[in-house]
């Protein structure tokens, strides 16, 4: 399984989308395309943006369908970041 | 231009302050100000720098400030903006925990920078820090992806002790929300681009109703939503439109409405011109929910509005 670390990428607060798209496209899709598994590790971070996260996952979940979030773990999140998460995965859930 | 900078223009009571903004003659922006005292939100600093960094020196006339609290100007690095020498001699002092003076932010790359040197400069609790860094972030990036504003964005922000409440202004002198959110949306006037633009689900980006895998339409609904459960103003100025978010009742239960016109809010569409979007906001840390809650409180309400979004929107057409 390929494991991301977020930290050295987005900082303490993960709020840059480009730097989200550039990691879907760069690590997240080829992994995924395997129909391998992903590990998003965002120890050290403190928070994130809807908009990183949802430019992070979203594309995954409309290209993918929702059965891939089966294959992305979201390691060492607080409870913000599990927040966000969730209400990206739940609005992209409801949108398909 | 005309603008006149008033005794008093807060959130609560700006509306005289942006109907008195005269917008002919562009080429020269004139400012007067009251004699005695001035005492306003950083939006309006925001917004008298973003007109003045559109001119040269030469163009802008600034009378002399007489007020005795002219220093603030001063100290927020207003006349800096303008290039223009007030005249005003100060000592300053380190802002760090009062104040973030002007600054002028131009593209997603500086904004990080910013975020990341600035907010730590606010000296706030963790609790207080990360709303304020999510509002700074979500609206100012905003700017970058939707206003094609050629000086960036303009934003200050000054904590007030008294009221434990830091006030925020952000502004840029692009298209207006009516340009970017109309060329994919029905809206023909800036107050149903501003509605729409805060609405969850609707971006300027597509015609989707949900966004795109780089915009979700659901930036401003959030801030909307943290001004709201924290019970604080929350204002957007754009083209002739203006929308203020009212604050709630204390004695009422907390609800996020999809359509900004169900919250508490007081609104117009016959205001002087501004080229660009103005946004202004209140957050008191004594009210502060924790992030979390506040976050479950969006979870709970944004699917639902975005289906009752799509559902209003997409209707059967029978020919």
Redo the contacts between chains.
């Keep these: 399984m390929k494991i991301i670390k977020l930290l050295p990428k987005t900082g303490v607060f993960a709020e840059n989308k480009d730097i989200a798209r550039d990691i879907r496209i760069k690590d997240i899709t080829p992994v995924l395309e395997k129909n391998e598994e992903i590990t998003l590790d965002f120890e050290g971070v403190e928070s994130a943006t809807q908009s990183f996260i949802h430019a992070l996952i979203s594309g995954s979940i409309r290209d993918f369908g929702n059965e891939i979030l089966d294959n992305i773990y979201f390691k060492n999140c607080n409870k913000s970041v599990q927040e966000i998460i969730n209400i990206v995965v739940d609005y992209m859930q409801a949108a398909t | 231009m005309k603008i006149h900078i008033p005794n008093s223009a807060w959130l609560g009571n700006i509306d005289p302050f942006l109907r008195n903004f005269d917008t002919s003659n562009p080429e020269i922006l004139q400012i007067t100000a009251n004699k005695q005292w001035i005492s306003i939100h950083p939006m309006v600093i925001a917004m008298i720098a973003a007109l003045g960094l559109s001119l040269k020196p030469k163009q802008v006339e600034c009378e002399t400030i007489e007020a005795r609290s002219k220093h603030y100007l001063k100290r927020m690095g207003l006349f800096d903006f303008l290039k223009i020498d007030s005249g005003i001699e100060i000592t300053e002092h380190e802002p760090a925990g009062r104040f973030i003076p002007l600054k002028q932010i131009i593209n997603?790359e500086k904004?990080?920078e910013f975020?990341?040197e600035v907010i730590p400069l606010l000296h706030l609790s963790?609790e207080h820090a990360?709303p304020i860094?999510?509002i700074l972030?979500?609206l100012m990036?905003n700017v970058f992806e939707h206003a094609e504003s050629k000086i960036g964005v303009i934003m200050c922000a000054q904590y007030y002790k008294k009221s434990n409440t830091i006030r925020i202004g952000i502004v840029d002198r692009g298209v207006g929300i009516l340009k970017t959110i109309s060329a994919l949306h029905r809206a023909k006037t800036d107050l149903e681009a501003i509605r729409l633009a805060l609405t969850p689900?609707i971006t300027g980006t597509t015609k989707r109703i949900?966004?795109t895998?780089?915009?979700?339409g659901?930036?401003l609904f959030?801030i909307k939503s943290i001004a709201t459960v924290n019970k604080d103003f929350f204002l957007i100025y754009s083209g002739n439109g203006m929308y203020k978010l009212l604050k709630a009742d204390n004695r009422k239960d907390i609800r996020l409405h999809a359509d900004p016109f169900r919250d508490k809010h007081s609104k117009g569409e016959n205001f002087p011109y501004w080229q660009g979007t103005a946004v202004g906001i209140d957050i008191n840390l004594d009210s502060t929910e924790e992030?979390?809650f506040l976050?479950?409180l969006?979870?709970k309400s944004?699917?639902r509005a975005?289906?009752e979004q799509?559902k209003a929107y997409y209707k059967a057409k029978f020919i």
Excluded: H, K, M, Q
Excluded at chain 2, 213 to 216: M, S
């Design positions: 997603s904004l990080t975020i990341t963790p990360e860094r999510y972030s979500e990036r689900g949900g966004g895998d780089y915009n979700a659901a930036g959030f992030f979390s976050l479950d969006i979870r944004y699917s975005v289906r799509r």
